[in-house]
């Protein structure tokens, strides 16, 4: 991606005006285009292959996040997303970090996790012990399911057996295959690869094999990102920076400490992930379940994200959080749109998504806390709601905008105030 030297601000530019710029800054194909446009997006034959019962598509808006610079490359972030002020909100933060360097990130390793359940077993710790001992036999096994992906650097790494004691059916063992999936989700490869292992297991223990399925609490499979904010950028209005700063830490602080703080302060987090993981045809749902579990691994449910004051007075936050996902494989190769955005972002992997989309998780949970801790959450996001209620009051194209500034001057973002600005103005023309 080119610098971002602006003549005309992105959003005021009209939607193809938009798209133009972007394959100005990002030599971004006339197809890719088409796709993102969704001029030639998913195809109702193709989508008929994805999922069952097919009688359309469905269509969500698709923006672009600006000014992200992670890892010392400018990557254009394509988001799906229906909610306003994420997008704008998720920009700006990256705006103000370039000053910085930007985020900077990485990842572990790319391994995922099966796990097989043995029930029905008179001695847990031998059989516990039987299944070490054949560990090598069984991930021998287990790498003959996807001779591909072994080629690809990828394949089962290790096995571990757990012995839960306290459950509503009593003890029992818990297998765990540890098996990188390299840049695929891994749903797949890993779930065919316990499935072979169940019967062995059931000869080498004498147990009764039950569940054999992928875990989505990737714990060995995190995303990590890190952020510096300048303490004078931060300033704005009547807020100075210092102030801004500390009202960042002290609303960070409270997630920390309250589970029910956290919980939206982590969903703020999702906000910025989501809508990447929607764009690029990923299991947003694995990876909020991942995520949310992580967040409660210590026994009790926290902030995914950390902010503090570092040596030079200025604003520091870090975000670790599990990301399964691929850039092969699934509906990542399926949707036009999905492969355009890879394309787009000049992702090569799927460590480096994994890269991209922690850090606009993070800007995003630093725009949501600067907002709470300065003008309120609702200031920022009034005006950019007041235009979806305005079209949903069935305002004209030519009152839309006056009927938005009417609506955030009276401070009642309301359908019911809308149709009533609007039955009143109609009144009026026919007077």
Do not use: C
Request: no cysteine; net charge negative.
């Amino acid at each position: 991606m080119t610098s971002i030297k602006e003549t005309r601000k992105f959003y005021n530019l009209s939607p193809p005006e938009r798209l133009e710029r972007l394959r100005t800054e990002t030599k971004l194909s006339a197809a890719d285009a088409a796709a993102l446009s969704g001029e030639d997006g998913l195809s109702i034959d193709a989508a008929d292959h994805m999922i069952e019962n097919v009688i359309g598509t469905f269509s969500l808006p698709l923006g672009i996040a600006r000014y992200f610079r992670v890892n010392g490359r400018d990557v254009p972030v394509p988001m799906v997303v229906e909610e306003p002020s994420i997008v704008a909100g998720a920009s700006f933060m990256a705006k103000l970090a370039r000053a910085t360097g930007g985020f900077f990130a990485r990842t572990t390793s790319s391994e995922m996790i099966g796990q097989i359940q043995v029930l029905d077993l008179d001695d847990l710790p031998s059989a516990r012990l039987k299944l070490l001992a054949e560990k090598d036999a069984l991930l021998a096994e287990a790498a003959r399911v996807d001779p591909v992906l072994i080629k690809l650097g990828g394949g089962p790494r290790d096995l571990e057996v757990r012995i839960i004691t306290a459950s509503p059916i009593g003890p029992f063992l818990v297998v765990h295959l540890v098996y990188d999936v390299v840049d695929a989700m891994g749903a797949n490869a890993v779930n065919t690869a316990v499935e072979r292992l169940a019967p062995k297991i059931e000869r080498i223990t004498g147990g009764r094999v039950l569940l054999r399925i992928l875990s989505n609490l990737a714990d060995r499979r995190l995303a990590q990102a890190r952020v510096t904010i300048r303490t004078a950028a931060l300033a704005f209005d009547d807020f100075n920076g210092e102030q801004v700063r500390d009202g960042i830490i002290q609303a960070w602080a409270f997630a920390a400490a309250d589970p029910y703080r956290a919980a939206t302060h982590n969903k703020g987090i999702m906000n910025g992930v989501d809508p990447v993981l929607i764009a690029t045809g990923n299991d947003w749902r694995a990876v909020e379940a991942g995520a949310h579990a992580f967040a409660a691994r210590s026994g009790r449910y926290t902030s995914l994200s950390t902010w503090s004051v570092d040596s030079s007075g200025d604003l520091a936050g870090t975000l670790e959080m599990p990301l399964a996902i691929g850039t092969v494989g699934g509906a990542t190769r399926v949707h036009p749109g999905a492969q355009a955005s890879l394309r787009l972002m000049g992702v090569d992997s799927a460590a480096e998504l994994a890269e991209v989309i922690v850090s606009v998780g993070l800007a995003q949970n630093l725009a949501a806390l600067r907002a709470l801790a300065t003008e309120g959450i609702q200031r920022g996001h009034m005006s950019l709601h007041a235009r979806q209620v305005a079209i949903a009051a069935g305002a004209r194209d030519d009152q839309i905008d006056a009927l938005v500034e009417r609506l955030v001057v009276d401070k009642m973002v309301r359908i019911d105030h809308a149709v009533a600005i609007l039955e009143e103005w109609n009144g009026e023309e026919h007077d």
